[in-house]
């Protein structure tokens, strides 16, 4: 089984200021970035780690896992 991403994204997210602000459909969470002033849709099963280092780029974030 893949290893999951969430809690380093998340860890990662929240590091830079990043903070929840709603569920969104299904398995996924919107979070707000206020690097690019935008909310971003954050798989809770991100178990790619492709899509959650695109989620850190889309939040404005030059960080990688």
């Given at each position: 089984?893949?290893?999951?991403?969430?809690?380093?994204?998340?860890?990662?997210?929240?590091?830079?200021?990043?903070?929840?602000?709603?569920?969104?459909?299904?398995?996924?969470?919107?979070?707000?970035?206020?690097?690019?002033?935008?909310?971003?849709?954050?798989p809770?099963?991100?178990?790619?780690?492709?899509?959650?280092?695109?989620?850190?780029?889309?939040?404005?974030?030059?960080?990688?896992?």
């Amino acid at each position: 089984m893949a290893k999951g991403y969430y809690r380093d994204l998340v860890k990662i997210l929240k590091k830079h200021g990043c903070y929840l602000s709603r569920q969104g459909k299904g398995s996924h969470e919107m979070w707000y970035s206020p690097i690019v002033n935008k909310s971003v849709s954050v798989p809770v099963t991100s178990k790619s780690k492709n899509m959650a280092n695109k989620v850190l780029k889309d939040c404005g974030i030059d960080e990688k896992l």
